[in-house]
């Protein structure tokens, strides 16, 4: 056991688990912008995939003509393009009221197919990109070097925080999502707010997509997403749908999923069904969580 | 019978007979009429209207058959539609005609093209000059050839414009009322097609052959012959036994997973556990059939399925109680279960050993090899082949039974005479049953190269009819189907919701569990042993064949076979160069978008007044007022709306919590 100790307190440990928890903060950020909306996005892992797909080919695209730029712009890219899919996500739900889980789920299938149909058509091959040169640059020192986005997921936390609490906006988004009806009484365009928290789900998404193919990786690959999106999720319902509560639940999901890294090299448990853990937890902490409401409005579609 | 007073055409039907014959004229004009052969990559020679050849393929000696009937064909086609156009504007009565004569003219162009290259090809066969290789070149070649877009689109177009155009009368309007049902799937399919062509027209280079260069106009006809051949080759299975074949073997796990699917939305209930349910009723399947007593012999096949069964339904239920008794979504712990399942399959068949605490203990279930897969199953837990079940002719001749043809010919004119009498399905099936055992030693000649359809196929329809019985036969079918509607109602009139919603899980994971027999039991996956290539991912296209039947177990059936055709032909889109197979991914997901936003059609459209209110109404295609409902509209109506399922989701935590509060 001594040996399992002196390999979680390891900066090499700390890195991993930096990592595993960024993506599921900014996805988790981003589906609560629209939950907290009224509208249930379980397009999440459909939108990194979309997002990281987006960065990896922009990057690549725009890499000859301008170098050490074009992953910058590459983000920009990945994060327009899930704004863009959860704005179909967007106009499904709520101008064609259709129900949201059955949208969100046609926007995971189409993740699981269109970028193979892309990858081929430009390079050739169904399963991975070419290699970036200029990834993301790395900022930090020693073995906790990160990419960008890794301070702008901190960063987006506090923002979201206060956002959601201290400004016109965020009441407004917490009040379309619990009773959209007194919403719009009191003068709130509550389409426009509920279009505002599916894109911004989008854009963080794919936000956490890019993070993975050029800010963790170089390349776009083959379910490059592992299911992120469905612990983000989660990761929001056990975070009771509050900002702080969904950094503190990455923290958790994250954590395990470090620890499944660096007990998959090691001779303690086997390793996949420690991967199997994090999926387990949410299980069991649903069932105690389950009952917390979420937004009193979320997954229904606005009357009329 | 009262007449309607205004003769004229309703101003929708008008509006759906201009755009589908403008739309056909104009693809007579754009489009390639014919492809007259095609090369091994797809590439064309194709003609236009305007008598013009563009040979595109390597071959560019080839005779071409004799194209000169087909072309006045073509433009009295086209003129005919222009006249619909006009016909149409005017909400003229007799578009009908004109529409159908324009179809019938397309009809006859496909059949004199089909006899010009048949010719051909038996032209090429009589031909010993030819080197073998060569021969089969060139008759691969003429056979790729047929019709292309511009015929197409007026058969299609003009069979809708003389479909609105007959609506006009009662009788056709209450036969095409009863096909409404269809139209959201159609339009969603329709739409689907339409992106996908986008897409094909986006990605794919046009292909040429010849090594001319193209102008625009040849370059657009090469563009728009991709697109006919990407979905002619899609839904190309249909036309030989062998594809055929393949496409229901590949249809029978999406069966299983769309009636899990549906079963769950009948009760508001949302299953994407599918795929995990498949794994554990899949790995079941394996324990009881290598490791199950060899002394059951073949009794050993029942157990091992009815272990994918309860697998199934365990993995189901699961879910199912903790919704039930803590109000956790559905959804959510489907989709975890998904992956816990996906850890324990990869856990038990990906290696012999695993390590606990530092120790190291032995697994028994990978079998010796590279690739992750259990042992082999007994002989006696392998489900045989459907063509063995089905040979008759046990001396070398393959000859299949004609029992299910007749029995199913017996069925559907028993059916039909007996429609008026009560119990006439009984009397139906009776007959069915009666005529298939007669002629099951019947045998019709064949040529089939051997298929790995297995008997699990028959499973999935019994399963299509338990989930019918149940469903609308039975009280509990009644009870899930009020709880699905509206479980607050269903609570009132004391139908226990919690009871409900275990027991749909339990069946949805079940029906999901049983896919696993074809995997493994069926030896779907090449080998009668449980494989890591096993395409879990079925269990999410349950969701779109569910959606896309309806929630009905016909529906089911017919998506299915639809999904499993495109995904035999989608090896055949291969051909081309720069596409890949996925392209079917893409369109089956755009074919659930499209559906799911059904909203676009109009709430007119798809589910319109019953006919009485339309026809006080005085509205312009409605039905002449009948004394009562008549027999297809009662049908309809005691046909069950579907639920929606976030809100009886929603609600239905609201019920099954209230007693905990």
Same mark, same amino acid.
């Given at each position: 056991?001594?040996?399992?100790?002196?390999?979680?307190?390891?900066?090499?440990?700390?890195?991993?688990?930096?990592?595993?928890?960024?993506?599921?903060?900014?996805?988790?950020?981003?589906?609560?912008?629209?939950?907290?909306?009224?509208?249930?996005?379980?397009?999440?892992? !459909?939108?990194?995939?979309?997002?990281?797909?987006?960065?990896?080919?922009?990057?690549?695209?725009?890499?000859?003509?301008?170098?050490?730029?074009?992953?910058?712009? !590459?983000?920009?890219?990945?994060?327009?393009?899930?704004?863009?899919?959860?704005?179909?996500?967007?106009?499904?739900?709520?101008?064609y009221r259709a129900d949201q889980v059955i949208s969100g789920t046609a926007i995971n299938l189409l993740a699981t197919g269109v970028p193979a149909v892309i990858l081929t058509a430009l390079y050739g091959s169904s399963t991975e990109s070419p290699k970036v040169q200029n990834a993301l640059p790395l900022w930090g020192i020693g073995e906790l070097r990160f990419s960008p986005p890794v301070f702008f997921a901190l960063l987006t936390a506090l923002v979201t925080w206060y956002v959601l609490y201290r400004t016109p906006f965020g009441l407004r988004l917490r009040a379309t999502g619990e009773h959209p009806g007194a919403a719009a009484s009191m003068g709130v365009n509550v389409r426009r707010m509920r279009y505002s928290g599916v894109i911004l789900s989008g854009l963080l998404a794919g936000t956490a997509g890019v993070f993975l193919s050029i800010g963790n990786l170089d390349s776009y690959v083959r379910n490059i997403s592992a299911g992120l999106g469905f612990i983000s999720l989660a990761a929001l319902i056990f975070g009771q749908w509050k900002p702080l509560g969904v950094l503190a639940a990455t923290i958790l999901f994250g954590f395990l999923q470090a620890l499944s890294i660096t007990l998959g090299g090691t001779d303690l448990l086997p390793p996949t069904l420690v991967q199997a853990l994090p999926y387990l937890i949410t299980i069991i902490a649903l069932a105690f969580t389950g009952r917390s409401a979420g937004p009193k409005a979320l997954g229904k579609p606005l009357d009329g | 019978m009262t007449h309607l007073s205004d003769s004229r055409l309703s101003p929708v039907a008008a509006r759906i007979a201009l755009t589908a014959s403008a739309v056909a004229a104009a693809g007579l004009l754009l489009f390639p009429l014919a492809t007259l052969g095609r090369g091994f990559d797809a590439d064309p020679v194709l003609l236009h209207l305007t008598g013009a050849v563009t040979n595109l393929s390597a071959n560019p000696d080839a005779p071409l058959p004799p194209t000169g009937t087909v072309l006045p064909l073509g433009w009295a086609a086209l003129?005919?539609?222009?006249?619909?156009?006009?016909?149409?504007?005017?909400?003229?009565?007799?578009?009908?005609?004109?529409?159908?004569?324009?179809?019938?003219?397309?009809?006859? +162009?496909?059949?004199?093209?089909?006899?010009?290259?048949?010719?051909?090809?038996?032209?090429?066969?009589?031909?010993?000059?030819?080197?073998?290789?060569?021969?089969?070149?060139?008759?691969?070649?003429y056979e790729g050839g047929g019709m292309n877009l511009g015929l197409f689109l007026t058969v299609l177009g003009g069979l809708i414009t003389a479909g609105a155009g007959l609506s006009r009368f009662p009788a056709w309007w209450e036969r095409l009322n009863r096909l409404r049902g269809l139209l959201v799937p159609a339009v969603a399919i329709s739409l689907a097609v339409l992106v996908g062509a986008v897409v094909v027209l986006i990605v794919q280079p046009a292909v040429n052959a010849s090594g001319t260069p193209l102008t625009p106009w040849t370059g657009w006809l090469a563009k728009s012959d991709l697109v006919y051949f990407v979905y002619s080759t899609l839904f190309a299975p249909v036309t030989a036994l062998n594809p055929l074949l393949e496409s229901l073997k590949l249809a029978t796990p999406l069966i299983f997973t769309g009636l899990s699917v549906a079963f769950a939305f009948r009760t508001g209930l949302f299953n994407i556990g599918a795929p995990g349910q498949l794994t554990i009723g899949a790995i079941m399947a394996m324990l009881v059939g290598v490791y199950g007593p060899a002394s059951l012999g073949w009794g050993l096949l029942p157990l091992s399925v009815l272990a994918a069964a309860a697998g199934g339904a365990l993995w189901g239920a699961i879910p199912g109680i903790l919704k039930a008794r803590f109000g956790s979504s559905e959804v959510i712990n489907t989709i975890m279960l998904n992956y816990v399942a996906s850890a324990i399959f990869i856990f038990l068949i990906g290696s012999n050993t695993f390590t606990f605490?530092?120790?190291?203990?032995?697994?028994?279930?990978?079998?010796?090899?590279?690739?992750?897969?259990?042992?082999?199953?007994?002989?006696?837990?392998?489900?045989?082949?459907?063509?063995?079940?089905?040979?008759?002719?046990?001396?070398?001749?393959?000859?299949?039974?004609?029992?299910?043809?007749?029995?199913?010919?017996?069925?559907?004119?028993?059916?039909?005479?007996?429609?008026?009498?009560?119990?006439?399905?009984?009397?139906?099936?009776?007959?069915?049953?009666?005529?298939?055992?007669?002629?099951?030693?019947?045998?019709?000649?064949?040529?089939?190269?051997?298929?790995?359809?297995?008997a699990s196929f028959l499973i999935a329809l019994a399963c299509i009819g338990l989930f019918g019985v149940l469903m609308w036969r039975t009280a509990t079918g009644y009870a899930l189907r009020a709880v699905g509607l509206s479980p607050r109602a269903a609570e009132y009139g004391g139908i226990s919701v919690a009871r409900g919603t275990i027991l749909a899980m339990t069946l949805a994971g079940m029906f999901a569990g049983l896919a696993g027999t074809h995997y493994v039991n069926g030896g779907a996956l090449d080998e009668y042993r449980l494989k890591a290539n096993m395409p879990v991912s079925v269990g999410f296209d349950g969701i779109a064949v569910a959606l896309m039947g309806q929630n009905t177990p016909a529906g089911v059936m017919a998506a299915s076979l639809l999904f499993g055709t495109i995904d035999t032909g989608?090896?055949?889109?291969?051909?081309?160069?720069?596409?890949?197979?996925?392209?079917?991914?893409?369109?089956?997901?755009?074919?659930?978008?499209?559906?799911? +936003?059904?909203?676009?059609?109009?709430?007119?459209?798809?589910?319109?007044?019953?006919?009485?209110?339309?026809?006080?109404?005085?509205?312009?295609?409605?039905?002449?007022?009948?004394?009562?409902?008549?027999?297809?509209?009662a049908a309809q109506e005691r046909a069950t709306p579907n639920p929606n399922v976030t809100l009886a989701s929603e609600t239905n935590k609201d019920v099954t919590q209230g007693g905990n509060q």
């Open positions: 056991m001594d040996g399992l100790f002196a390999q979680l307190l390891t900066t090499a440990f700390l890195a991993t688990f930096i990592r595993s928890v960024v993506p599921l903060l900014l996805t988790g950020l981003g589906g609560l912008f629209s939950e907290r909306s009224g509208v249930v996005n379980i397009a999440l892992d !459909g939108l990194i995939i979309f997002g990281a797909l987006a960065g990896a080919v922009a990057t690549l695209a725009l890499e000859p003509s301008l170098g050490s730029l074009a992953p910058w712009l !590459g983000w920009l890219a990945g994060a327009l393009v899930g704004g863009l899919i959860a704005w179909i996500h967007a106009v499904i739900s709520i101008k | 003129a005919l539609l222009i006249v619909s156009v006009v016909g149409a504007l005017r909400r003229a009565s007799w578009v009908w005609l004109t529409g159908l004569l324009a179809a019938v003219l397309g009809i006859i +162009a496909v059949v004199l093209l089909g006899q010009g290259l048949g010719e051909q090809t038996a032209r090429i066969a009589a031909d010993t000059s030819l080197r073998p290789g060569f021969r089969r070149q060139l008759r691969s070649f605490l530092g120790r190291e203990y032995s697994l028994p279930f990978k079998a010796e090899g590279f690739e992750p897969a259990s042992e082999e199953l007994r002989e006696g837990a392998r489900l045989p082949t459907l063509l063995n079940l089905l040979n008759v002719g046990a001396d070398g001749t393959t000859a299949l039974t004609a029992g299910p043809l007749v029995a199913l010919l017996a069925y559907v004119v028993t059916r039909l005479a007996t429609r008026r009498t009560a119990r006439g399905g009984l009397i139906a099936l009776g007959a069915a049953l009666l005529a298939g055992l007669l002629t099951w030693r019947v045998g019709i000649p064949v040529t089939v190269i051997g298929s790995q359809l297995n989608s090896v055949g889109v291969q051909r081309l160069e720069n596409i890949s197979r996925d392209i079917v991914v893409v369109l089956k997901a755009l074919i659930v978008l499209f559906i799911a +936003a059904g909203g676009f059609l109009s709430r007119r459209v798809t589910d319109p007044p019953p006919p009485q209110l339309a026809a006080t109404g005085g509205g312009g295609n409605a039905a002449p007022a009948t004394a009562g409902l008549t027999p297809s509209v």
